[in-house]
C-alpha cells in the first residue's frame, strides 16, 4: 500500500482519480484515445470530465452494471486477460439482453494490480483487458466512451457499466410471464465452468430478433442456473414455473463435468451458473412459432410452463408437479 | 479465496453475479430495494437484470465513472463507513459538475470484503455505505438505481456510475476556453488530506446556475491539484493558463497543513488534490459579473487568465509569465 498518508508525501496527490495521478495511467489513456474507434453517437468520449452520448429521440435509457474480479470470477493466472475482459463486458450485455435493449455505450472501472499480472505491466494488462472487450463492442455496436483506471496492491477488479436503449417494443421484464406461457431457453445449459464461462456470447441479437418478431411476456438471461433464474423469472410474474426436466437442452459441457462430479448432467444444466443463455416465457403460440422457426443460429427449445401455484416444479412422468429445489436439482 | 474450482464445489453457483449467491448479498438486496425512494423518472429500479430511466426528452446523456478503494482513497479502520460512501458518489457528482450536467441517476457496484470491516458484517458494511450516498442522492435529486454486489477476500472496492443530462446550455467542456478569458475557482483550495477529501461537496449547482447565468467557456473539476488540472484545461483548449498565486484561495487546511510540512500554504493549494472545486474559463466580463454577484454561498475567485502560449504560467510581481511546474510549485 502506497503510504500516502506519510508526512514525506503529503505533496503527493492524494488519489482521487488515480488515472491521473501516475505516467503508467497517463500514457494509458492516451493509448485508450487512439485506440478506441470514433462513433458518430459519442459526442464526448475519453478526455474529458465524463462522456456524452447523443440521445436523438426520447428512448429509455437502460443500464446496468456488474464487477468482475480476480480470484471470484476467474483466476487471473491461469486465463489470458482478454478473456477477463471479456467476460467483464459479456455479463453485463447479457443482462442488457435480458431486457431486449439495444446496447449503446460502455464504462469501464479498472483496479488494476500495481505489480501488473505475471510477466506482464500493469499498462500491459490494462490494453490486454481492453483488447479483449473491444471485438465484442465492435460486434454489438457498442461504444466503449471512458472510464477509470486506479492500482492498487490488491487483485484486479473490473466493473463495467452499460447503457443501452429500448426498443419501439419497450423492455421485456422479469415481470409479466402469465399461466399458461410456455417457458423457452437459448442453446443449451450447464458445466460452463469448464471454460465456457469466460466466452461469454450475450444473447443480445437473439433477444431483440424474437422481441420484435414474436410476443414475449418475460425474460431473464440465466446467470445463476436454470433453476434460480427460473425461480425469480416465476416470483417476478407472481406465477410458477413448471420445467420438464428431459426437455431440457443439455450442454456437452454438462455431460463431460457429470462424468467426474457424480452428478447428472440435468442436475449441472439446473444447478450451473453462467450460462448467459435467455429464459423467456411467451404465449403457447408464440413459442411454438418460435421453435419451428429456428433461424437464429442459435437453438430454442421449449423446457416448460408458467403455472399458477407459485414456485419451481418439475412434472413427473404423470404429468404431475414436483417441487423442485431452486438450488438447482432433486433426486 | 473461495474454492469454487475443487472438485467438491462443482455443483456451486460459480459467481457470475456474486449478488444472487450468497443469502447476505440477497438479504442486502431486499433492504437495497425496500430503502430506496420511489422516483417518477425510474421505470425499473433494483431488481430486473437492468434498471429503465424514463427519458422523455432527447437530451444528451452524461456518463462518467469513478472507483474508490480502501487503502488508496481512504482507510477503511480510520474512518466511518458513511464517509467512503459519500466520497465514492460525491466525486462522480463533482465529474457532472464539471460538465455543467444536472444529476439523474447513479449505479453503485460493490466488491466488499467478505469478512466485512473490524466489527461489522459485510451486510452492516454494505448498508452503512448506502447511508452514506443517499443523502448526497437526495439532495442532488439523482436517483440510486441499482448495481452489483460481490464478496471476496480482498479489500473494499466502490465503483460508481453517474448518470446525468445536459441541460439547454449543452455541456461545460475541458476545451473552449479562448485567450484572454478569465480563470475563475469555487471555494479554497489545498489541504484536503487533513479531512476534506472525505467530505467531498460536488459544485453541482453552482456549475449549473453559473453556467446558466453566464457565458463560460470550459470548466474542469479540481481532483488532482490546481496546478495539474488548471494544465489539462488549458491544454484541451489549445492555450496556456497563466495564475496570479496571490489570487489563489488558500483553504485554512493548506495552513494548518503548510505548518509541518514545511511546504508553503500556496505550494498546497497548487498541488494537493481531491479538492473537488471548480475551475472555471469565462469572458472577462462575465467573470467580474460573477465576482460581483457572489450570490451562490459558496466564494468565486478570478486566479488568473487564459494566455496564447501553451503551457502553465505565473505572473511575476513585474508581469511577465514565469513557467509553473503542473507538479504544483515553484519556489
Redesign the interface.
Known amino acids: ?2 503510504d ?2 506519510d ?1 514525506e508525501d ?2 503527493k ?6 488515472s ?2 501516475h505516467p503508467m495511467e497517463r500514457e494509458f489513456h492516451a493509448w485508450l484515445a487512439s485506440r478506441l474507434p470514433a462513433s458518430a453517437r459519442v ?2 468520449g475519453v ?23 480476480d ?3 476467474f ?1 487471473l493466472p491461469e486465463i489470458e486477460p482478454r478473456q477477463a475482459g471479456h467476460k467483464a463486458l459479456g ?1 453485463n450485455l447479457s ?2 439482453a ?2 431486449a ?1 439495444t446496447p449503446v ?1 460502455a ?3 479498472l ?1 488494476l494490480p500495481r505489480a501488473g499480472a505475471g510477466s506482464r505491466s500493469a499498462f500491459d494488462l490494462a490494453v490486454e483487458l481492453y483488447e479483449g472487450m473491444l471485438p465484442l463492442a465492435e460486434r454489438f455496436n457498442l461504444d466503449i ?4 483506471t ?1 492500482s ?4 484486479l ?1 473490473i ?1 463495467v ?4 436503449r ?1 426498443t419501439a417494443r419497450g ?1 421485456l ?3 409479466g410471464a402469465r399461466v399458461g406461457d410456455a417457458l423457452l431457453v437459448t442453446g443449451s445449459l450447464g458445466g ?2 469448464l471454460g465456457r ?1 469466460l466466452q461469454v456470447t450475450p444473447r443480445v441479437v437473439e433477444a431483440l430478433r424474437l422481441h420484435e418478431n414474436y410476443e414475449l411476456h418475460a425474460g ?2 440465466i ?3 436454470l433453476a ?1 433464474d427460473a425461480s425469480r423469472l416465476a416470483e ?1 410474474s407472481g406465477c410458477g414455473a413448471a420445467l420438464r426436466l428431459g426437455s431440457i437442452p443439455i450442454s456437452p459441457d454438462a455431460e463431460r ?1 457429470a462424468a ?2 457424480g ?1 447428472t448432467p440435468v ?2 444444466a439446473l ?4 450460462d ?1 443463455e435467455l429464459l423467456f416465457a411467451a404465449p403457447r403460440e408464440a413459442a411454438e412459432a418460435m421453435v419451428r422457426d429456428q433461424s437464429l443460429g442459435v437453438s430454442i427449445t421449449k423446457i416448460g410452463v408458467v403455472v399458477e401455484r407459485p414456485g419451481l416444479w418439475q412434472f413427473t412422468d404423470e404429468d404431475e408437479l414436483h417441487p423442485l429445489e431452486p438450488s ?2 432433486e433426486h
Do not use: C, K
Open positions: 500500500v502506497e500516502w498518508r508526512g503529503w505533496g496527490i492524494p488519489a482521487a482519480d488515480a491521473d495521478e459526442r464526448v478526455g474529458d470530465d465524463a462522456a456524452i452520448l447523443r440521445w436523438l429521440e426520447a428512448q429509455d435509457v437502460v443500464v446496468t452494471t456488474d464487477a468482475v474480479t480470484q471470484v470470477d483466476r455479463v443482462d442488457l435480458a431486457m435493449a455505450a464504462l469501464v472501472s483496479v466512451v471512458g472510464g477509470d486506479n492498487w496492491d490488491g487483485p477488479v466493473s457499466t452499460v447503457i443501452g429500448t423492455p421484464r422479469r415481470r460452463s465452468i464461462h431473464i438471461d446467470s445463476d442456473g434460480l417476478a463435468l467426474s462430479t452428478r442436475e449441472h444447478g450451473d451458473g453462467e448467459f438447482g436439482y
